[in-house]
Protein backbone atom coordinates (compact mmCIF):
# COMPACT_ATOMS: atom_id res chain seq x y z
CA UNK A 1 0.00 0.00 0.00
CA UNK A 2 1.33 3.29 -0.97
CA UNK A 3 0.65 6.65 1.71
CA UNK A 4 1.23 10.07 1.18
CA UNK A 5 1.64 11.98 3.67
CA UNK A 6 1.69 16.15 2.84
CA UNK A 7 2.36 18.92 4.86
CA UNK A 8 4.26 21.86 4.90
CA UNK A 9 6.26 21.37 8.16
CA UNK A 10 8.79 19.17 8.58
CA UNK A 11 8.97 17.73 11.97
CA UNK A 12 5.26 17.35 11.62
CA UNK A 13 5.33 14.57 8.41
CA UNK A 14 8.01 13.35 10.54
CA UNK A 15 6.00 12.57 13.60
CA UNK A 16 2.83 10.95 11.16
CA UNK A 17 5.33 9.10 8.61
CA UNK A 18 6.52 7.67 12.14
CA UNK A 19 2.96 7.00 13.20
CA UNK A 20 2.09 5.08 9.36
CA UNK A 21 5.09 2.81 9.13
CA UNK A 22 4.57 -0.80 8.73
CA UNK A 23 5.05 -3.89 7.22
CA UNK A 24 4.33 -3.86 2.81
CA UNK A 25 3.58 0.06 2.99
CA UNK A 26 5.63 2.63 1.13
CA UNK A 27 5.38 6.39 2.50
CA UNK A 28 6.18 9.13 0.55
CA UNK A 29 5.99 12.88 1.90
CA UNK A 30 5.28 15.96 0.25
CA UNK A 31 5.38 18.98 1.51
CA UNK A 32 3.14 21.56 -0.91
CA UNK A 33 0.35 21.51 -2.51
CA UNK A 34 0.98 21.43 -6.10
CA UNK A 35 4.29 18.29 -5.49
CA UNK A 36 1.15 16.44 -3.82
CA UNK A 37 -1.11 16.84 -7.06
CA UNK A 38 1.35 15.60 -8.91
CA UNK A 39 2.90 12.69 -7.04
CA UNK A 40 -1.16 11.70 -6.40
CA UNK A 41 -1.79 11.85 -10.30
CA UNK A 42 1.76 9.91 -11.21
CA UNK A 43 1.77 7.18 -8.38
CA UNK A 44 -1.89 6.71 -7.41
CA UNK A 45 -1.70 5.99 -3.31
CA UNK A 46 -3.93 4.17 -2.02
CA UNK A 47 -4.57 6.60 1.05
CA UNK A 48 -3.36 10.49 1.94
CA UNK A 49 -2.65 12.46 4.63
CA UNK A 50 -3.53 16.39 3.28
CA UNK A 51 -2.79 19.17 5.68
CA UNK A 52 -5.32 21.68 5.49
CA UNK A 53 -3.21 24.85 5.95
CA UNK A 54 -0.20 25.29 3.90
CA UNK A 55 0.90 28.51 2.34
CA UNK A 56 -0.21 28.60 -0.99
CA UNK A 57 -1.91 25.30 -2.98
CA UNK A 58 -4.22 24.66 0.38
CA UNK A 59 -5.53 21.69 1.22
CA UNK A 60 -9.18 22.35 -0.35
CA UNK A 61 -7.24 23.77 -3.78
CA UNK A 62 -5.61 20.36 -3.68
CA UNK A 63 -8.93 18.62 -3.58
CA UNK A 64 -10.38 21.14 -6.15
CA UNK A 65 -7.99 20.20 -8.70
CA UNK A 66 -7.88 16.23 -8.26
CA UNK A 67 -11.86 16.61 -9.11
CA UNK A 68 -11.16 18.60 -12.15
CA UNK A 69 -8.77 15.62 -13.63
CA UNK A 70 -12.04 13.82 -13.54
CA UNK A 71 -9.82 10.86 -15.75
CA UNK A 72 -8.28 9.96 -12.42
CA UNK A 73 -10.25 8.45 -9.27
CA UNK A 74 -9.49 10.52 -6.12
CA UNK A 75 -7.37 7.99 -3.55
CA UNK A 76 -8.14 8.18 0.20
CA UNK A 77 -7.95 11.52 1.39
CA UNK A 78 -8.04 12.24 5.27
CA UNK A 79 -7.92 16.39 6.02
CA UNK A 80 -4.97 16.93 8.79
CA UNK A 81 -5.93 19.87 10.21
CA UNK A 82 -6.40 22.26 13.71
CA UNK A 83 -9.25 22.19 15.77
CA UNK A 84 -9.65 26.29 14.84
CA UNK A 85 -10.58 25.17 11.04
CA UNK A 86 -13.08 22.29 11.18
CA UNK A 87 -15.71 24.05 9.25
CA UNK A 88 -13.10 24.05 6.12
CA UNK A 89 -12.44 20.14 7.01
CA UNK A 90 -16.39 19.20 6.71
CA UNK A 91 -16.10 21.10 3.51
CA UNK A 92 -13.82 19.08 2.10
CA UNK A 93 -15.26 16.25 3.00
CA UNK A 94 -17.87 17.51 0.56
CA UNK A 95 -15.66 17.81 -1.92
CA UNK A 96 -14.37 14.26 -1.65
CA UNK A 97 -12.19 13.84 1.26
CA UNK A 98 -12.92 10.72 3.04
CA UNK A 99 -12.42 12.17 6.23
CA UNK A 100 -10.48 14.42 9.26
CA UNK A 101 -8.34 14.50 11.84
CA UNK A 102 -7.47 17.17 14.03
CA UNK A 103 -4.46 18.08 15.83
CA UNK A 104 -2.96 16.62 18.37
CA UNK A 105 -4.20 13.67 16.59
CA UNK A 106 -4.67 10.30 18.40
CA UNK A 107 -1.85 7.87 17.03
CA UNK A 108 -4.32 4.84 17.62
CA UNK A 109 -6.78 6.41 15.19
CA UNK A 110 -4.66 7.17 12.95
CA UNK A 111 -2.64 4.20 12.79
CA UNK A 112 -6.78 2.15 12.35
CA UNK A 113 -7.25 4.49 9.63
CA UNK A 114 -4.36 2.95 7.80
CA UNK A 115 -5.38 -0.64 8.71
CA UNK A 116 -9.02 -0.08 7.41
CA UNK A 117 -7.53 1.43 3.75
CA UNK A 118 -5.29 -1.54 3.76
CA UNK A 119 -7.79 -4.32 4.43
CA UNK A 120 -10.17 -2.41 1.26
CA UNK A 121 -6.85 -2.56 -0.90
CA UNK A 122 -6.38 -6.28 -0.27
CA UNK A 123 -10.19 -7.05 -0.64
CA UNK A 124 -10.21 -4.83 -4.23
CA UNK A 125 -7.01 -7.28 -5.00
CA UNK A 126 -8.44 -10.60 -4.18
CA UNK A 127 -11.28 -9.34 -6.15
CA UNK A 128 -9.76 -8.15 -9.35
CA UNK A 129 -7.81 -11.30 -9.16
CA UNK A 130 -11.01 -13.42 -9.21
CA UNK A 131 -12.40 -11.20 -11.67
CA UNK A 132 -9.24 -12.26 -14.11
CA UNK A 133 -9.37 -15.81 -12.84
CA UNK A 134 -13.53 -15.30 -13.75
CA UNK A 135 -12.44 -13.56 -17.21
CA UNK A 136 -9.66 -16.47 -17.95
CA UNK A 137 -11.42 -19.14 -17.24
CA UNK A 138 -14.45 -18.42 -19.37
CA UNK A 139 -12.54 -17.48 -23.04
CA UNK A 140 -8.84 -17.32 -24.29
CA UNK A 141 -8.80 -13.96 -26.30
CA UNK A 142 -11.84 -14.50 -28.13
CA UNK A 143 -12.45 -18.54 -27.59
CA UNK A 144 -15.35 -19.04 -25.00
CA UNK A 145 -16.33 -22.27 -23.34
CA UNK A 146 -17.16 -22.84 -19.40
CA UNK A 147 -17.50 -26.32 -19.92
CA UNK A 148 -14.85 -28.57 -17.95
CA UNK A 149 -13.88 -29.69 -21.88
CA UNK A 150 -13.04 -26.22 -22.85
CA UNK A 151 -11.02 -25.49 -19.64
CA UNK A 152 -8.92 -28.27 -20.35
CA UNK A 153 -8.42 -27.09 -23.61
CA UNK A 154 -8.24 -23.49 -22.25
CA UNK A 155 -4.95 -25.28 -19.82
CA UNK A 156 -3.58 -26.61 -23.03
CA UNK A 157 -3.44 -23.64 -24.91
CA UNK A 158 -1.65 -21.75 -22.10
CA UNK A 159 0.96 -24.68 -21.28
CA UNK A 160 1.52 -25.02 -25.51
CA UNK A 161 1.75 -21.76 -26.46
CA UNK A 162 5.21 -21.72 -25.99
CA UNK A 163 6.43 -25.27 -25.83
CA UNK A 164 8.09 -24.91 -29.91
CA UNK A 165 6.80 -27.60 -30.64
CA UNK A 166 4.22 -28.79 -33.27
CA UNK A 167 0.61 -29.14 -32.41
CA UNK A 168 -2.06 -31.18 -34.24
CA UNK A 169 -5.52 -30.05 -33.46
CA UNK A 170 -8.14 -32.39 -34.12
CA UNK A 171 -11.92 -32.12 -34.19
CA UNK A 172 -14.84 -32.18 -36.01
CA UNK A 173 -15.73 -28.96 -38.72
CA UNK A 174 -16.46 -25.81 -36.79
CA UNK A 175 -15.25 -26.73 -33.57
CA UNK A 176 -13.07 -23.53 -33.49
CA UNK A 177 -9.87 -25.00 -34.59
CA UNK A 178 -8.34 -22.52 -36.38
CA UNK A 179 -9.30 -19.96 -33.61
CA UNK A 180 -7.36 -22.28 -31.06
CA UNK A 181 -4.03 -22.13 -33.84
CA UNK A 182 -3.93 -18.22 -33.51
CA UNK A 183 -4.76 -18.34 -29.69
CA UNK A 184 -1.49 -20.53 -29.79
CA UNK A 185 0.16 -17.76 -31.74
CA UNK A 186 -0.77 -14.57 -30.03
CA UNK A 187 0.13 -17.00 -27.09
CA UNK A 188 4.01 -17.51 -27.95
CA UNK A 189 7.03 -15.83 -28.59
CA UNK A 190 6.78 -15.84 -32.25
CA UNK A 191 3.80 -13.56 -31.78
CA UNK A 192 5.45 -10.74 -33.41
CA UNK A 193 5.59 -12.85 -36.34
CA UNK A 194 3.12 -13.55 -38.91
CA UNK A 195 0.66 -16.28 -38.74
CA UNK A 196 -0.18 -17.77 -41.69
CA UNK A 197 -3.26 -20.19 -42.05
CA UNK A 198 -2.82 -22.48 -45.36
CA UNK A 199 -6.09 -24.86 -46.12
CA UNK A 200 -4.07 -27.78 -47.91
CA UNK A 201 -7.28 -29.04 -49.06
CA UNK A 202 -8.60 -26.34 -51.01
CA UNK A 203 -5.18 -25.93 -53.23
CA UNK A 204 -4.88 -27.83 -56.79
CA UNK A 205 -2.63 -31.15 -55.91
CA UNK A 206 -0.33 -29.11 -58.91
CA UNK A 207 -0.14 -26.39 -57.41
CA UNK A 208 0.37 -27.03 -53.81
CA UNK A 209 4.11 -28.05 -53.60
CA UNK A 210 4.88 -24.27 -54.79
CA UNK A 211 2.31 -22.57 -52.68
CA UNK A 212 4.12 -24.17 -49.64
CA UNK A 213 7.63 -24.08 -50.65
CA UNK A 214 7.86 -21.67 -53.28
CA UNK A 215 9.02 -22.29 -57.02
CA UNK A 216 11.74 -20.48 -58.94
CA UNK A 217 11.19 -18.81 -62.21
CA UNK A 218 10.65 -21.49 -65.10
CA UNK A 219 10.32 -23.86 -62.71
CA UNK A 220 6.91 -25.43 -64.91
CA UNK A 221 5.14 -24.09 -67.48
CA UNK A 222 3.77 -20.51 -66.51
CA UNK A 223 5.78 -20.40 -63.91
CA UNK A 224 6.85 -16.79 -65.33
CA UNK A 225 8.30 -15.29 -62.12
CA UNK A 226 9.32 -16.80 -58.93
CA UNK A 227 7.38 -17.33 -55.84
CA UNK A 228 7.99 -17.69 -52.11
CA UNK A 229 5.81 -20.08 -50.82
CA UNK A 230 4.21 -19.65 -47.46
CA UNK A 231 6.79 -21.48 -45.36
CA UNK A 232 9.16 -18.77 -46.49
CA UNK A 233 6.66 -15.91 -46.10
CA UNK A 234 5.63 -17.62 -42.78
CA UNK A 235 9.75 -17.31 -41.25
CA UNK A 236 9.76 -16.54 -37.69
CA UNK A 237 6.03 -16.86 -37.23
CA UNK A 238 3.48 -19.67 -37.35
CA UNK A 239 2.10 -21.47 -40.27
CA UNK A 240 -1.32 -23.06 -39.90
CA UNK A 241 -1.93 -26.43 -42.22
CA UNK A 242 -5.72 -26.90 -42.34
CA UNK A 243 -7.06 -29.87 -43.23
CA UNK A 244 -3.83 -31.92 -43.58
CA UNK A 245 -5.64 -35.05 -43.81
CA UNK A 246 -6.48 -34.21 -47.32
CA UNK A 247 -2.76 -33.57 -48.27
CA UNK A 248 -1.69 -35.51 -51.49
CA UNK A 249 1.30 -38.32 -50.92
CA UNK A 250 4.04 -36.14 -52.36
CA UNK A 251 3.45 -33.50 -50.81
CA UNK A 252 3.61 -35.12 -46.98
CA UNK A 253 7.04 -36.49 -48.33
CA UNK A 254 8.35 -32.91 -48.36
CA UNK A 255 6.81 -31.49 -45.77
CA UNK A 256 8.26 -34.44 -44.02
CA UNK A 257 11.80 -33.18 -45.20
CA UNK A 258 10.95 -29.54 -44.23
CA UNK A 259 9.96 -30.32 -40.56
CA UNK A 260 13.27 -32.75 -40.38
CA UNK A 261 15.59 -30.39 -41.93
CA UNK A 262 13.83 -27.28 -41.01
CA UNK A 263 14.73 -26.36 -44.75
CA UNK A 264 12.73 -25.36 -48.02
CA UNK A 265 13.42 -26.54 -51.74
CA UNK A 266 11.77 -24.55 -53.82
CA UNK A 267 9.89 -26.00 -57.23
CA UNK A 268 12.42 -26.45 -59.76
CA UNK A 269 15.49 -25.74 -57.63
CA UNK A 270 18.46 -27.37 -55.90
CA UNK A 271 18.84 -24.64 -53.45
CA UNK A 272 18.04 -25.45 -49.84
CA UNK A 273 16.35 -22.59 -47.64
CA UNK A 274 16.54 -22.52 -44.38
CA UNK A 275 13.39 -21.53 -42.38
CA UNK A 276 12.19 -21.20 -38.82
CA UNK A 277 8.79 -22.25 -38.79
CA UNK A 278 6.47 -23.62 -36.24
CA UNK A 279 3.51 -26.01 -37.36
CA UNK A 280 0.28 -26.03 -36.41
CA UNK A 281 -2.33 -28.75 -38.24
CA UNK A 282 -5.69 -29.98 -38.16
CA UNK A 283 -7.99 -32.18 -39.44
CA UNK A 284 -11.59 -33.32 -39.08
CA UNK A 285 -10.31 -36.60 -40.28
CA UNK A 286 -9.38 -40.26 -38.81
CA UNK A 287 -6.15 -39.78 -39.47
CA UNK A 288 -5.59 -43.12 -37.77
CA UNK A 289 -7.68 -44.97 -40.46
CA UNK A 290 -6.05 -43.04 -43.00
CA UNK A 291 -2.69 -44.06 -41.80
CA UNK A 292 -4.08 -48.30 -41.84
CA UNK A 293 -5.17 -47.33 -45.58
CA UNK A 294 -1.97 -46.00 -46.58
CA UNK A 295 -3.42 -42.48 -47.34
CA UNK A 296 -1.09 -40.63 -44.46
CA UNK A 297 2.18 -40.85 -43.46
CA UNK A 298 3.11 -42.59 -40.26
CA UNK A 299 6.10 -40.82 -39.96
CA UNK A 300 4.54 -37.56 -40.94
CA UNK A 301 1.75 -37.98 -38.30
CA UNK A 302 4.34 -38.65 -35.31
CA UNK A 303 6.08 -35.03 -36.63
CA UNK A 304 2.77 -33.12 -36.82
CA UNK A 305 1.43 -34.35 -33.87
CA UNK A 306 4.32 -33.07 -31.10
CA UNK A 307 1.51 -31.67 -28.84
CA UNK A 308 -2.70 -32.75 -29.90
CA UNK A 309 -5.35 -31.08 -28.71
CA UNK A 310 -8.61 -32.47 -29.46
CA UNK A 311 -11.45 -30.14 -29.54
CA UNK A 312 -14.51 -31.82 -28.47
CA UNK A 313 -17.74 -31.45 -30.45
CA UNK A 314 -20.14 -29.23 -29.05
CA UNK A 315 -23.08 -31.61 -28.39
CA UNK A 316 -20.76 -32.72 -26.01
CA UNK A 317 -20.61 -29.52 -24.11
CA UNK A 318 -24.09 -28.24 -23.38
CA UNK A 319 -22.56 -25.78 -20.97
CA UNK A 320 -20.98 -24.10 -23.84
CA UNK A 321 -23.99 -23.72 -25.95
CA UNK A 322 -25.49 -20.74 -23.97
CA UNK A 323 -22.51 -19.36 -23.10
CA UNK A 324 -21.58 -19.17 -26.51
CA UNK A 325 -24.90 -17.85 -27.91
CA UNK A 326 -25.51 -14.93 -25.89
CA UNK A 327 -22.01 -14.04 -26.59
CA UNK A 328 -23.28 -13.58 -30.48
CA UNK A 329 -26.24 -12.40 -29.70
CA UNK A 330 -23.69 -9.05 -27.52
CA UNK A 331 -23.79 -6.41 -30.41
CA UNK A 332 -27.54 -6.92 -30.51
CA UNK A 333 -30.65 -5.88 -28.81
CA UNK A 334 -32.19 -9.36 -29.24
CA UNK A 335 -33.23 -11.93 -26.79
CA UNK A 336 -33.30 -15.75 -26.50
CA UNK A 337 -37.06 -16.34 -25.70
CA UNK A 338 -38.05 -19.96 -23.69
CA UNK A 339 -38.24 -21.37 -26.87
CA UNK A 340 -34.87 -20.42 -28.48
CA UNK A 341 -32.99 -21.77 -25.43
CA UNK A 342 -34.98 -25.20 -25.51
CA UNK A 343 -34.14 -25.60 -29.05
CA UNK A 344 -29.98 -24.58 -28.62
CA UNK A 345 -30.16 -27.21 -25.73
CA UNK A 346 -31.83 -30.18 -28.09
CA UNK A 347 -30.44 -29.58 -31.19
CA UNK A 348 -27.31 -31.98 -32.24
CA UNK A 349 -24.78 -29.38 -33.76
CA UNK A 350 -23.69 -30.85 -36.62
CA UNK A 351 -22.12 -27.91 -37.97
CA UNK A 352 -20.69 -26.87 -33.95
CA UNK A 353 -20.16 -23.48 -33.35
CA UNK A 354 -19.85 -22.43 -36.60
CA UNK A 355 -23.60 -23.59 -37.35
CA UNK A 356 -24.40 -21.68 -34.18
CA UNK A 357 -23.18 -18.45 -34.98
CA UNK A 358 -24.38 -18.76 -38.17
CA UNK A 359 -28.30 -19.61 -36.70
CA UNK A 360 -27.97 -16.87 -33.97
CA UNK A 361 -26.69 -13.99 -36.40
CA UNK A 362 -28.95 -14.91 -39.07
CA UNK A 363 -31.85 -14.61 -36.45
CA UNK A 364 -30.80 -11.40 -34.95
CA UNK A 365 -30.25 -10.35 -38.24
CA UNK A 366 -33.93 -11.25 -39.90
CA UNK A 367 -36.16 -11.62 -36.99
CA UNK A 368 -39.11 -8.75 -36.60
CA UNK A 369 -39.93 -9.38 -32.69
CA UNK A 370 -37.39 -8.43 -29.92
CA UNK A 371 -37.52 -12.04 -28.80
CA UNK A 372 -35.75 -14.78 -30.86
CA UNK A 373 -38.02 -18.04 -31.49
CA UNK A 374 -36.54 -21.04 -32.14
CA UNK A 375 -38.53 -21.19 -34.92
CA UNK A 376 -36.31 -18.03 -35.86
CA UNK A 377 -33.51 -20.07 -35.16
CA UNK A 378 -34.76 -22.53 -37.86
CA UNK A 379 -35.11 -24.95 -35.01
CA UNK A 380 -38.36 -26.34 -34.56
CA UNK A 381 -38.11 -27.80 -30.93
CA UNK A 382 -40.07 -31.24 -31.64
CA UNK A 383 -37.69 -31.98 -34.30
CA UNK A 384 -34.74 -30.84 -31.79
CA UNK A 385 -35.91 -33.23 -29.51
CA UNK A 386 -36.39 -36.12 -32.34
CA UNK A 387 -32.75 -34.68 -33.23
CA UNK A 388 -31.00 -35.10 -30.08
CA UNK A 389 -33.00 -38.56 -29.10
CA UNK A 390 -32.73 -39.76 -32.92
CA UNK A 391 -32.36 -43.60 -32.45
CA UNK A 392 -31.45 -43.86 -28.80
CA UNK A 393 -35.21 -44.26 -27.87
CA UNK A 394 -35.39 -46.89 -30.05
CA UNK A 395 -32.28 -49.20 -29.64
CA UNK A 396 -33.99 -51.06 -26.62
CA UNK A 397 -37.06 -52.49 -28.97
CA UNK A 398 -37.66 -55.34 -31.23
CA UNK A 399 -36.85 -54.53 -34.85
CA UNK A 400 -40.15 -54.29 -36.37
CA UNK A 401 -41.90 -52.16 -33.23
CA UNK A 402 -39.00 -49.85 -33.51
CA UNK A 403 -39.54 -49.19 -37.03
CA UNK A 404 -42.82 -48.59 -36.62
CA UNK A 405 -42.43 -46.24 -33.33
CA UNK A 406 -39.49 -44.43 -35.18
CA UNK A 407 -41.93 -44.03 -38.39
CA UNK A 408 -44.76 -42.53 -36.03
CA UNK A 409 -42.82 -40.27 -34.34
CA UNK A 410 -41.34 -39.18 -37.25
CA UNK A 411 -44.93 -38.21 -38.80
CA UNK A 412 -45.91 -36.79 -35.40
CA UNK A 413 -42.58 -34.39 -35.48
CA UNK A 414 -42.89 -33.69 -39.28
CA UNK A 415 -46.50 -32.94 -38.86
CA UNK A 416 -45.96 -30.47 -35.68
CA UNK A 417 -42.99 -28.48 -37.98
CA UNK A 418 -45.13 -28.08 -40.87
CA UNK A 419 -48.13 -26.24 -38.68
CA UNK A 420 -45.29 -24.54 -36.87
CA UNK A 421 -43.94 -22.93 -40.50
CA UNK A 422 -47.57 -22.38 -41.40
CA UNK A 423 -48.81 -20.59 -38.27
CA UNK A 424 -51.46 -23.35 -37.87
CA UNK A 425 -52.44 -23.24 -41.34
CA UNK A 426 -53.94 -26.75 -42.34
CA UNK A 427 -54.50 -26.41 -45.68
CA UNK A 428 -50.56 -24.99 -45.70
CA UNK A 429 -49.09 -27.71 -43.65
CA UNK A 430 -50.92 -30.32 -45.63
CA UNK A 431 -49.47 -28.87 -49.25
CA UNK A 432 -45.82 -28.73 -48.04
CA UNK A 433 -46.07 -32.08 -46.48
CA UNK A 434 -47.59 -33.36 -49.93
CA UNK A 435 -50.80 -34.93 -48.62
CA UNK A 436 -54.59 -34.00 -48.71
CA UNK A 437 -56.34 -31.83 -46.07
CA UNK A 438 -58.32 -34.23 -45.11
CA UNK A 439 -55.46 -36.52 -45.01
CA UNK A 440 -53.75 -34.21 -42.27
CA UNK A 441 -56.47 -33.96 -40.30
CA UNK A 442 -57.21 -37.56 -39.78
CA UNK A 443 -53.70 -38.02 -38.87
CA UNK A 444 -53.78 -34.60 -36.37
CA UNK A 445 -57.22 -36.40 -34.80
CA UNK A 446 -55.00 -39.72 -34.28
CA UNK A 447 -52.00 -38.02 -33.33
CA UNK A 448 -54.02 -35.97 -30.70
CA UNK A 449 -53.11 -32.80 -32.15
N1 LIG B 1 -15.20 -21.54 -28.58
C1 LIG B 1 -15.54 -20.60 -29.47
N2 LIG B 1 -15.82 -19.36 -29.07
C2 LIG B 1 -16.19 -18.41 -29.97
N3 LIG B 1 -16.29 -18.62 -31.28
C3 LIG B 1 -16.00 -19.85 -31.74
C4 LIG B 1 -15.60 -20.89 -30.88
N4 LIG B 1 -15.36 -22.00 -31.61
C5 LIG B 1 -15.60 -21.66 -32.89
N5 LIG B 1 -15.99 -20.37 -32.98
C6 LIG B 1 -16.41 -19.66 -34.20
O1 LIG B 1 -16.96 -20.66 -35.07
C7 LIG B 1 -16.52 -20.49 -36.40
C8 LIG B 1 -15.74 -21.71 -36.85
O2 LIG B 1 -14.50 -21.77 -36.15
P1 LIG B 1 -13.16 -22.31 -36.83
O3 LIG B 1 -13.04 -21.84 -38.26
O4 LIG B 1 -12.02 -22.01 -35.92
O5 LIG B 1 -13.50 -23.88 -36.83
P2 LIG B 1 -12.67 -25.07 -37.47
O6 LIG B 1 -12.74 -26.20 -36.50
O7 LIG B 1 -11.30 -24.60 -37.87
O8 LIG B 1 -13.55 -25.41 -38.73
P3 LIG B 1 -13.12 -26.21 -40.09
O9 LIG B 1 -12.66 -27.58 -39.67
O10 LIG B 1 -14.39 -26.27 -40.87
O11 LIG B 1 -12.04 -25.40 -40.75
C9 LIG B 1 -15.68 -19.21 -36.42
O12 LIG B 1 -16.52 -18.14 -36.76
C10 LIG B 1 -15.22 -19.08 -34.98
O13 LIG B 1 -15.01 -17.74 -34.66
Redesign the pocket.
Known amino acids: MIILVVDDERPARYALCKTLRGDGRTILEADNGELAVSVITSQSPDLVFLDLTMPGKDGLAVLDELSSHSENEIPEIVIVTGSDSIANAVQCVRRGATDFVTKPYDVEHIRSIASRTEHRVRLQEQLARLRDDCANSHSRG????ASRA?RHIFEQIDRAANANLPVLIR?E???????VAQQLHERSDRKNGPFLPVNTAAISATLIESELFGHVKGAFTGAERSREGVFRRADGGTLFL?EIGDMPAEVQTRLLRVLQESVVQPVGSEESIPVDVRIIS?T?QDLESAIENKLFRLDLFYRLQGIEIA?PPLRQRHE?ILL?AT?FLSNSSRELDRSAVAALVAHHWPGN??EL?QRIQSAAAMSPNPKITARDLGLCPETSKLNEQLFNDYFDLPLTEAREQLSSDFERAAIIRALEHSEGNVSAAARSLGIHRQSLQQKMTKLGL
Do not use: N, Y
Open positions: PIIGMGSGTGKELDAHLDLDVRK
